[in-house]
Structure formats: C-alpha cells, structure tokens
C-alpha cells in the first residue's frame, strides 16, 4: 500500500486506466494525471481508422467526460514534466510548479520516430499518432489528390485504406520484402498486400524513399531508391515510433529501449513504477524483457499497477493481444509469435476468414485471425491457460476449439 499522493506522468491508456483503477480499487490519496495534450484522456486506435473517416468530433474519444474526474477527484494538469526530484520526490513542471509525489508512475508512452530527408519538415509530410494528427489530415486530405505513406505498418496500411476510401491515389513504401513483416507471418502479409492491391493500392516492396521533392514549399513527390519518383501532394510517415524514456533517464533510472522495470512494473526506484508503451517490463511468461504497443499491454499494465499500489501485490503476466482494422478486413492477434517456426491454417484465404496458427515446434505461440473473431477468442483464453493446441486440430474445421478449453 502506498502512502501519499500518486503522481502519473501522461494521460494516455495507461495513465488514464491507472487513475480509474486506482479509485475504483478504493484510493483516497490526491491523484495527478499529467497531460501533455490539450484534450481530455482519448482512445488512439480509432485516430487511422475510423475517426479519420467520419465526421464525429473529439467528444467521441474521450474515454471520459470532464465530469467523470470532478467527480472521481482525479486532478487533471496540463503541462509537461521537466524533471524528477528523487530525493525530494517531486516533479518539476516546464511551468515551474512542483508537484509531491509518494509514488510516481511514468506513462510516457512513445513518440514517432521522424523522418530524416530533404523536406521531411513540410507542411504536408504528416505523421499519425495522436489526436492532433489526426485532426490535421481529416481537415486536409479533401484537397489531395495523391498520398504516399511511407511505412507499411499497422498505422501505414490503415491509413492506406482510408485514404483510399476517400478518393484519393496511393502509394505504398517499404523496405521490407513484404507489408507488416515484423508483426505477422508472411501467409497474413500475402493476403493483406492482396487485398490492399485489389483496392487500387500500390505497393512497393524492397525500396525506400530517398527524397521528397517540392517546389514552392509544395510536396510534388517522392524519390526512390530503384531511382523511380512517385508524384504526391501528401505524403504520410509511419516508420515506428520511439519509447519516451529521456526524463527517466534524466533523473538517473535504467533505461534501454524503454524504461526498465520488474515483474511488478517497479523502477530502480521503489518509489517509482513505470507502465505502457515507455516500460521494459520482465515477463515470466515469456522469459525474458520485452516493451508492448497495445491498448491490452497499456490497460492491464494500469489494472496491474493500481493493485499493487492498493496493498495486492501480483506479478504482471498478461497475455497479448493486438488488432488492425484495414479496409473491411479485421485482422485479431494472440500471443506472440515471435520465433515461430511452423504456420497451419484454419479457414480458406480465399473466403476472406482464416486464422495463422504459429507455432514453434509443436508449442503454440500465437493466432493470427483474419475475420474470424471466435478464432482469436479462442486463442486469447487458451493461451492465457497456459495451454497449446496439437497443430493437425488447428488445421481440421471439423475440431471443435471449445474442446481444448475444457
């Protein structure tokens, strides 16, 4: 059980679900969730999605109304933490103010990571990661004609597909030999560089950009590596994005490629945990280190945290999941399949719905789920048993899934 007031540094997932949690699991102490942003706390994964393409106002994201934290005594401040008073615990504001904190929990989360080329600063190179982002390319893309994203991530090819929708040209860059190779099996890769393509999406696979050109303060295009120039008047970055670990490092924490914290989300510091996107967390269940971007990591790293702060201490052993939403295709992942060696199918691509079984060995890592929800269900409880599935079941349709649960 902590004593004195609970500081959270960024307002994103994880900081908000921390604050809730934390007066949901009877909290009394002042909460401070500080927010960077000059919104209230919002959800992110609809922002390349389905917010981008509508018409609804920020009110829409808000996980919350003001009211909620008038009423639930969670102190929102606007502002940017400069630094951490360890001794004195604590934090210093770009404004001057000082905050106490008794424990302090860093929800930095990440940033993009930039584009370095000729022109990269123009006005109409964006990026997409929060809410202003956002807003800029709806109030621009109904006067483009042709985007390029550069990136062909989970962030690139739903941007991709909305743009698409929208009416406008696209092009599609990655150096990758196919779109999404570090998050999913090349069986998943296939069907989405199909589908995107049957949309009227250009992929181009094994090149970078080189330049982006411009007259007058103007995109005109893109420059390639094959030597090939694409026309544009909008280009979008989705290159990865980097941990915010500098103000832990500033004031002295361990940091690698993300803040480094225990099986309890602790920091060096035992006055300060770290949680979401920034934390470099150690899995039991996965045997080593690892830095999630998921809501899920987000949300449960908060619900986990809040316990321990309330006197239920528990390990972090949450299970992953992810999802993408690309044009009318939902793909679902459980697990991680990182390290996988063998790849069985369930489902007919062909019919728009199948799940990727992952396997190493005969040890099953993750699902990949293409319009299937039962499928990625299934696999979220099963691997959260700590359970597998013998690949020829995942392969028979006849299998009855629910059997393994038993």
């Not at 690139?156 to 092009?171: C, N, P, Q």
């Not at 619900?303 to 299970?319: E, N, S, W």
């Not at 499928?375 to 079941?393: C, I, V």
Request: some cysteine; aromatic content about 6%.
């Amino acid at each position: 059980m902590t004593d004195g007031p609970v500081i959270i540094v960024g307002a994103g997932h994880a900081g908000y679900q921390l604050a809730a949690s934390l007066r949901q699991a009877g909290f009394s102490d002042r909460v401070c969730l500080i927010n960077d942003e000059a919104h209230l706390p919002y959800q992110r994964p609809p922002l390349s999605k389905a917010y981008i393409k509508g018409s609804s106002g920020p009110d829409s994201l808000m996980f919350r109304p003001e009211k909620f934290y008038q009423d639930q005594k969670i102190e929102l401040i606007a502002g940017r933490v400069a630094a951490i008073d360890r001794a004195a615990r604590k934090v210093k504001l770009a404004s001057g103010e000082a905050l106490d904190y008794g424990h302090l929990v860093l929800a930095t989360g990440a940033r993009n990571r930039l584009l370095d080329l000729p022109n990269a600063n123009l006005p109409d190179v964006k990026y997409l990661r929060i809410l202003d982002d956002s807003e800029a390319l709806r109030a621009i893309m109904p006067s483009k004609k042709r985007a390029v994203i550069i990136g062909a991530g989970f962030i690139g090819l739903e941007f991709a597909s909305t743009a698409r929708i929208k009416g406008l040209e696209v092009d599609v860059l990655e150096l990758a030999p196919r779109v999404m190779a570090r998050a999913v099996t090349a069986e998943v890769s296939e069907y989405f560089q199909a589908r995107h393509r049957e949309a009227g999406i250009r992929i181009h696979l094994g090149v970078q950009a080189t330049s982006i050109e411009a007259e007058g303060g103007k995109v005109t295009g893109v420059s390639l590596s094959d030597g090939r120039h694409l026309p544009a008047d909008l280009v979008v970055v989705g290159v990865g994005v980097l941990p915010n670990i500098e103000l832990a490092a500033e004031a002295g924490l361990p940091v690698a490629s993300g803040i480094i914290v225990d099986e309890y989300l602790a920091t060096a510091d035992p006055n300060i945990s770290a949680i979401g996107d920034c934390a470099l967390f150690n899995s039991p269940r996965f045997g080593g280190s690892l830095r999630l971007e998921s809501v899920q990591n987000a949300t449960d790293h908060a619900r986990c945290l809040a316990a321990r702060l309330t006197g239920d201490k528990k390990v972090y052993d949450g299970q992953p999941w992810f999802w993408s939403d690309q044009g009318d295709d939902k793909l679902q992942i459980a697990g991680l399949t990182t390290g996988y060696d063998k790849v069985v199918l369930r489902g007919d691509p062909a019919k728009k719905a199948f799940s990727a079984f992952c396997y190493k060995g005969e040890e099953l890592l993750g699902i990949e789920s293409i319009n299937r929800a039962g499928d990625h269900m299934f696999g979220r409880r099963l691997l959260g048993m700590h359970r597998s599935l013998a690949p020829e079941h995942a392969a028979d349709e006849n299998f009855d899934l629910k059997s393994a649960l038993a």
